[in-house]
């Protein structure tokens, strides 16, 4: 058996308890909102950008390389969905909760200690996006009143014209690499640790709390400040 199907059964249970979360239902539900979306758009912002810088830097990397796949960027799409909700000026009103400071922190740590482990995040985010994502869109679309992909640019890949296709190949690769029993634990290790980090980004988006909120965001981003240095 490949090492991708040792990651997906890896994965299973926590990945069952992420679609249970209230943020989750609301979406199969059609209840998402405006502030919901703006929460979820901010906080990904953050995650992409850490994420992908990341991956950039280490995609010559033995290990990264075998996920390295430039149609798979976020970014721009995000900051297209950003101003959409935000406006133009968009920049300056968000800012990186607890839930993903501590989330983009161990993106950056693994970056730094064991680069190998981005595959974990990697194959959360990015598979997640292209599975399960591809519903949200719709349902998002459907709560919203959305039309023309405004406001879910962040799960359109212009790039990736057969979507089943580019998958099977994702995992084909993953399945490509040599690793060792440690290495394979570590990385699905990794991997149930990055849906802890999105359970707790969506627990926190569940808070009936207006974003942003003006007390906390200056505290907050100091602390991004000084934790982007450690």
């Given at each position: 058996?490949?090492?991708?199907?040792?990651?997906?059964?890896?994965?299973?249970?926590?990945?069952?308890?992420?679609?249970?979360?209230?943020?989750?239902q609301d979406m199969q539900e059609a209840?998402?909102?405006?502030?919901?979306?703006?929460?979820?758009?901010?906080g990904l912002y953050y995650i992409y950008n850490t994420m992908e810088d990341?991956?950039?830097?280490?995609?010559d990397d033995i290990y990264v390389s075998k996920i390295y796949r430039k149609e798979l960027s976020r970014k721009q799409s995000i900051?297209?969905?950003?101003?959409?909700?935000?406006?133009?000026?968009?920049?300056?009103?968000?800012?990186?909760?607890?839930?993903?400071?501590?989330?983009?922190s161990r993106i950056e740590y693994v970056a730094k200690t064991n680069p190998m482990l981005l595959i974990a995040h990697a194959y959360v985010r990015y598979m997640g996006d292209l599975s399960g994502g591809q519903m949200i869109k719709e349902m998002i679309k459907q709560a919203l009143n959305l039309t023309n992909g405004k406001g879910t640019r962040f799960y359109e890949f212009d790039g990736i014209?057969?979507?089943?296709a580019f998958k099977k190949d994702y995992r084909a690769s993953l399945d490509t690499l040599e690793l060792t029993q440690e290495q394979a634990d570590a990385i699905i290790g990794e991997a149930n640790l990055a849906f802890l980090y999105n359970v707790n980004f969506f627990r926190e988006v569940n808070r009936n709390v207006v974003y942003p909120d003006?007390?906390?965001?200056p505290y907050l981003l100091r602390a991004y400040e000084r934790i982007k240095k450690i």
């Amino acid at each position: 058996m490949g090492f991708s199907k040792f990651l997906r059964e890896g994965i299973w249970d926590i990945h069952s308890m992420a679609d249970s979360s209230t943020v989750a239902q609301d979406m199969q539900e059609a209840k998402t909102t405006t502030e919901d979306m703006k929460k979820i758009t901010a906080g990904l912002y953050y995650i992409y950008n850490t994420m992908e810088d990341a991956i950039e830097k280490h995609k010559d990397d033995i290990y990264v390389s075998k996920i390295y796949r430039k149609e798979l960027s976020r970014k721009q799409s995000i900051k297209e969905d950003l101003e959409f909700y935000f406006g133009p000026d968009w920049i300056g009103q968000i800012y990186p909760t607890v839930a993903i400071q501590l989330y983009v922190s161990r993106i950056e740590y693994v970056a730094k200690t064991n680069p190998m482990l981005l595959i974990a995040h990697a194959y959360v985010r990015y598979m997640g996006d292209l599975s399960g994502g591809q519903m949200i869109k719709e349902m998002i679309k459907q709560a919203l009143n959305l039309t023309n992909g405004k406001g879910t640019r962040f799960y359109e890949f212009d790039g990736i014209e057969d979507i089943m296709a580019f998958k099977k190949d994702y995992r084909a690769s993953l399945d490509t690499l040599e690793l060792t029993q440690e290495q394979a634990d570590a990385i699905i290790g990794e991997a149930n640790l990055a849906f802890l980090y999105n359970v707790n980004f969506f627990r926190e988006v569940n808070r009936n709390v207006v974003y942003p909120d003006e007390i906390e965001k200056p505290y907050l981003l100091r602390a991004y400040e000084r934790i982007k240095k450690i």
